[in-house]
């Protein structure tokens, strides 16, 4: 029996050809591969710079300058605020926080080598301010334009845009209810835990919120409450006092009281304040009927107000006054017991507390008894009474807030109304 030698004869087998087409198949692949990579350079790397140089940006100089009071910049990274003396550099990120009775100005510049600013915000009392972007192209042969991105948390900010010569400017301002968004104008923003009231000063200003806009032009403005869209374009005035026109339980506005200026008050009769119609009109009716009389009475309403007016331009006193009777003559020995007054208290831009009286009479006074701040006006007719603006006074310290008015008589005895009380801010 002959064996074959097989492990021979499987190490002497012919190798399998080379297939030289699966190479020439690689080789353009690897060819195509490269074309593309160049195509994509060619025209990426081009497209590329084009696109940092139309889209790069740097953050815009900003400062903030406190007027009065402390105000606080609050960066991410820091365990306590910073509080600002002057003037300090402010950046994107952090938070610009306002006390009770501080005052604060943020301004956006051109560049470093100007003072030209782009926006100002005039941050009002217990405020807070974020800055989220502030931003402009880095290129000059950029086409975007300048972004100021801020969020109002809660207070009061005025918001003025300046676009430059070279390039325009957005300004948006965020809200926990709404977004404002202008460019060259002025916006008087006020926000609380409820609502977002938008004011323009100046320039249109776009308001949205929950799919409504709402463009508001020169002395408009809209309200924005939680959860829903901004009301439809309103004038920018308001009446400060509430139930001016004694239409709504007297109880739930204003504050009645009765002061008697003696020693004993067992036997005193006060006066009484009662809300009255007479021929459709309602009016207050502040009463005191003493026979014996001679000593100092008080009856008054009081309303806290508590409105700060910095961002309107005119403030004035409207009402309709009537006197019926009245023991003593004029405005009293000191010109301080009318039958007929309103006391209006405010804080001043100093920080300061003032107040402003007026009275109204129909006796004359006695001799030598001073007439100061009041005026005589006929009995039994309605006369319509406006103050001067106190925002633009020569005299009057420029008010901040409106703290309260009080509408009262004083005196001994006297029988006076009053009707459709107005404190009118535009």
């Known amino acids: 029996m002959s064996v074959v030698d097989t492990t021979s004869q499987q190490s002497h087998s012919p190798s399998p050809p080379v297939l030289y087409e699966n190479v020439g198949r690689q080789a353009w692949m690897l060819l195509w591969i490269a074309f593309a990579t160049f195509a994509i350079l060619l025209v990426g790397i081009p497209l590329s710079i084009n696109w940092y140089i139309h889209n790069a940006t740097r953050p815009l100089p900003t400062q903030v300058e406190a007027i009065r009071g402390t105000t606080l910049i609050i960066t991410e990274n820091s365990e306590e605020p910073t509080a600002v003396i002057d003037t300090i550099e402010a950046s994107e990120g952090e938070i610009i926080r306002t006390d009770d009775i501080a005052r604060a100005n943020m301004s956006v510049y051109e560049s470093e080598q100007t003072q030209d600013t782009l926006t100002t915000v005039q941050l009002r ?4 301010l974020v800055v989220d972007r502030i931003r402009t192209p880095r290129f000059n042969q950029s086409q975007g334009y300048n972004t100021v991105s801020l969020s109002l948390n809660l207070g009061r900010a005025r918001v003025t845009g300046n676009p430059s010569e070279d390039r325009d400017l957005g300004i948006s301002v965020t809200t926990p ?3 404002i968004r202008f460019q060259d104008g002025s916006a008087a923003i006020a926000v609380n835990n409820d609502t977002t009231e938008v004011s323009a000063r100046r320039g249109e200003v776009a308001v949205e919120a929950e799919g409504r806009t709402v463009i508001l032009n020169d002395g408009r403005r809209t309200t924005v409450t939680l959860g829903s869209p901004p009301t439809y374009p309103q004038a920018t005035s308001q009446n400060l006092v509430a139930n001016g026109d004694f239409s709504q339980p007297l109880e739930e506005t204003w504050i009645k009281e009765q002061i008697v200026d003696a020693g004993d008050l067992s036997d005193v009769i006060y006066g009484d304040t009662s809300v009255i119609d007479i021929g459709g009109r309602l009016a207050a009716y502040f009463v005191r009927d ?12 009081t309303q806290e107000i508590d409105t700060d007016v910095q961002d309107f331009d005119s403030l004035v006193l409207r009402l309709d006054a009537r006197l019926i009777s009245q023991s003593l003559s004029g405005g009293g020995i000191l010109s301080s017991e009318f039958p007929l007054m309103v006391r209006i208290d405010f804080i001043d831009i100093d920080g300061k507390p003032q107040f402003w009286t007026w009275g109204f009479y129909a006796v004359d006074p006695v001799d030598n008894w001073p007439i100061r701040d009041g005026e005589k006006i006929p009995s039994f007719v309605w006369y319509e009474y406006e103050s001067p ?3 633009q006074s020569p005299t009057f310290p420029r008010p901040q807030k ?11 005895n006297y029988r006076s109304q009053v009707s459709d009380i107005g404190l009118i801010a535009e």
């Open 389 to 391: 603006d106190f925002l």
């Open 290 to 301: 003493d026979e014996i009389g001679g000593i100092h009475t008080e009856t008054s309403l």
């Open 177 to 179: 209810h709404s977004t």
């Open 125 to 128: 009392s217990n405020s807070e």
């Open 402 to 412: 409106v703290v309260s008015i009080r509408v009262y008589a004083s005196g001994h």
